[in-house]
Structures are given as structure tokens and as C-alpha cells.
């Protein structure tokens, strides 16, 4: 159990850290930055619970904690006055399928190179099977993230309104 | 008017430069014109964006302005800080000299040092790869490819060469310097080369384009979407030259 913990919160704090890195390229404000770490930390943490506690798909797991980082976007939005997207979609980045992106590359590369028609099939079909993973993830990841701002609209617009300057 | 139209036509150039998602540039503008009595309608595109700004009591009064957008870095900086500017300018009816001074002082805040940057990107690249279960010599690869390629693309960047090549010269560096790790052991390869182009994904295009598209704003939407689609390819190009070469040399 103390192992299951303990791999669930190391993983989520490196992708706090992932989140930052990649994200300091997108050049966010400053005041935004551990509102970031604290969303990507967040979602990683539910997605790696929903997936290796519960044994969850990782649709479900990816959208869950897009859904999460959504909703984090917009609390810790309404506190630095920043929009939800500069929070979250640095956050997104540490779930970005990559290794499932990389075995479609490779499997289309050994498609392409293989004259043999059955050894083709075989890899024909691991290239679409992990090509639908890698899209059906991103798409999940997506839609996850960007539901809880069409859901607080109102919220969402007015994320970098400050009270300062409606009372002067 | 002249001079406002002029300054928000700037202001929504940088907005789209930016990344910013259209609802919220078309928000924005539209409530800085409304603080100054004005109605605002835009055009928004990649490349050229036109805005004409009418004075409500008398359509006649009108000023129009098609305006080029400079291509620039992603800033979610400007994003934020342009958006909260447009609020403060509701909110207190600020002078126009104002407005300019604010605008100026935000597109010319520094971004972070390049080296900063690229040494936090490579530590991200570092994660990333622990996260996909990879082993601490696919871990340090992944630093040094990111490193690396990272500053090779400034350095491309910097001398203007087409950014889709940019891209695949990037991602066919960073791969073929992860795929060093083959001659460790093929798991550790396989981590650290499909970890070391991840830093190259639009992220930021992709989110904004896919919002454009379900806000409505479907043809630059498109476009966004478009090019980080052209994007994703040129960074799988790279990646699968190198795998090719790697395959042939080893």
C-alpha cells in the first residue's frame, strides 16, 4: 500500500515539474506559476490513482484529470487573475501521450520497410491500434480540460477582472 | 479614434501572436472599445486581421484598419496580462496615453533567459522520461538531447529558416542524440527517443484552435488547428528520419 502511495505522489510531483519546464516555453506570468505546478500536481495525482489504484483505462483516467485541471484552472485562475488556459494547458503537458505516439511511428516505419504481406498486417495493425490510443487520449485530455469553462462561462470571463479596479 | 483604432489593432496583432484564444482577443478588444464609447468588430485570421471601430450615435464616424500579425514566440504572459488590461480599462476609464503606456509596458516585458528556459525544459524532458518509466541513463540522455536541440532551434530560429524545418531538425536532433541510449540497452532507446521530441508539441495552438473551432470561430480555429497539425508532422518527420538512420547505422 505505502508503495502504491509513494509512486502515485513521486509521479505526480515530477509532473509538476514536467508542467513548469515545458511550460516556462510558452513564457507564463510569474504570479501564475504555482498555481501551474499546483494544477499539474493535482491531475497527475488523480489520473496515476485513477490508473494504477483502481485499474481504471487511461480514457478515463486522462479525461477525469483533464476535467480536475479544468476546474483548478478556474479556482486558481480567480486568484492570480489569470485566464484558466495559461493554468491548465501547461499542466495538460505532462500526458501527452507520447510513448504511444512514438510505438505508431515505429510500427508504421516496420509496415513500410516489411515486403511480407502477413508481417505487415501485423504491423498495420499495431500502428492504428496505438495511433487511436494517442488521439483518443489527446482528444480526451482536450475536451476534459475545456468543458468546466464552458460550463462557468461567467467564471471563465471575468478570470482577470480585479477587485481593485471595479471599487476605484 | 485614429489613434485608439490604431492601438487596438495592434493590441488584437499581439493578442493572436500570443496564442490567445479568439473569444477572449474578441472580448477583450471589444470591451476597451466600449470604455471609450466605442463599438468594435473584428476579423480575425493568422496572417492579417482587420478591425473597424464605429462611434454607436453616428455609423458615418468609423475608422478601419486591416493590420499584419508579426509572427512571435507563444506568450501566455501576454495572454494574461492583455486581458487583465482590458478589464482595468473598463473598469476605471482610463486616458488613451494610459492604455499605450500600460500596452507598451507589457509587450516589452523580457521573457525569461533563454538559458533558464532551456535548462528547465531539459529537467522537464528529465520528468517526462521517469515518468514513462525510463531508466536514470534514459533520463540523463533525454536532459542532454533537450539541452541541445532546445538552443539549436533558437540558433535556426534566430536566422529565420522556415519553422516547419525548424521543427524537423529539431526533433531529428534530439532523437538521434536519445537514440545514443541503443547502445546501452533497446528499452532505454525507445524511452528516451520518444521522450526527447516531446517538448516540441504545440500544445498551446492545439487547445486554442480546438477552442476557436467550439466557440464558433471556426476559420481560425482551422487555421491554428491546421498548423499544429503541420507542426505535429514536421516534429513525427524528424523523429522518423532518425529512427531510419539509427535503424541503418546500428
Known sequence: ??????????????????????????????????AILLTAFLGYLLRAFMMDALGLSVFSACFCAALLMGCSGL???????????????????????????????FAYLTFMQNIDFAEKAVYFDQ???????????????ALGSIIPMFVFTKTANSLTRSKHCVNQ | MKHLGHLLAKYVAVMVASGTHSSRISRSA??????????????????????MLCDPADPSNHYHELIAVHPAPISLSNNADLSRLS?????????????????????????YKHQAVALMASLASFGLCYLFNGTIWAMLLVFISTYISFNLKSYLTQKQVNNHFVILLTALTA???ASCGAFIDTPTAEVAVATSVLYLVPGVVFISGLIDTLEGFVIIGFSR??????????????????????????
Request: glycine share 4%; aromatic share 10%.
Open chain 1, 75 to 105: 479556482v486558481t485562475g480567480k486568484l492570480t487573475h489569470t485566464p484558466a488556459t495559461v493554468i491548465y494547458i501547461p499542466s495538460l503537458l505532462p500526458m501527452i501521450p507520447g510513448m504511444y505516439a512514438y510505438k505508431a511511428i
Open chain 2, 30 to 51: 471589444k470591451r476597451i472599445a466600449q470604455a471609450y464609447g466605442y463599438d468594435l468588430r473584428l476579423d480575425l485570421a493568422l496572417k492579417n486581421l482587420s478591425i
Open chain 2, 87 to 111: 478589464w482595468e480599462v473598463h473598469d476605471t476609464k482610463m486616458p488613451v496615453e494610459d492604455f499605450e503606456a500600460k500596452f507598451n509596458a507589457i509587450i516589452r516585458t523580457p521573457r
Open chain 1, 127 to 141: 500502428f492504428f491500434t496505438y495511433l487511436s490510443y494517442a488521439v483518443g487520449i489527446l482528444i480526451c485530455l
Open chain 2, 175 to 177: 532523437s538521434l542524440i
Open chain 1, 1 to 34: 500500500m505505502e508503495s502504491i502511495v509513494f509512486h502515485i505522489v513521486s509521479k505526480a510531483l515530477f509532473a509538476s515539474v514536467v508542467a513548469l519546464g515545458f511550460g516556462l516555453i510558452s513564457n507564463p506570468p510569474r504570479r501564475a506559476i504555482w
Open chain 2, 225 to 250: 488547428l491546421v498548423n499544429a497539425v503541420m507542426h505535429t508532422i514536421s516534429l513525427a518527420l524528424g523523429l522518423l528520419l532518425a529512427i531510419t538512420l539509427v535503424h541503418f547505422l546500428v
